[in-house]
């Protein structure tokens, strides 16, 4: 079941919405056009890059305990152990592997 849901095309601008990006932010994290991202995003390329993000968010949500109201918050705020800079400029730079590592290192919060 778990790889039907992987399956499922991600909404891209649902996307955006659930992370508090503009669209064009969004675009630029998963190296597509805000065009694309406005038509929905439905190649294979832009799927592939979109479930990347939202599967990041998804490990983040985890790490609060399932709560996507303060894994949102935790993108958004500055991180000291992230040279004070918030963890969502990372993902909007394409920068997923940073993350990844980081939350590697930080564990359940």
């Not at 994290?29 to 993000?53: F, P, W």
């Not at 993108?75 to 730079?93: S, T």
């Amino acid at each position: 079941m778990a790889n039907v849901m992987k399956r499922r095309l991600v909404d891209a601008q649902r996307l955006a919405r659930t992370l508090g990006l503009r669209r064009g932010d969004l675009a630029h994290a998963a190296r597509i056009s805000a065009a694309t991202v406005s038509r929905g995003a439905r190649s294979q390329r832009s799927q592939e890059a979109l479930r990347e993000i939202r599967d990041l968010f998804d490990r983040t949500t985890e790490l609060f305990g399932g709560n996507s109201r303060h894994a949102k918050i935790w993108l958004h705020a500055p991180n000291p152990e992230l040279g004070f800079k918030a963890p969502i400029q990372y993902l909007i730079e394409g920068r997923l592997t940073v993350l990844k590592a980081f939350l590697d290192d930080v564990g359940p919060v």
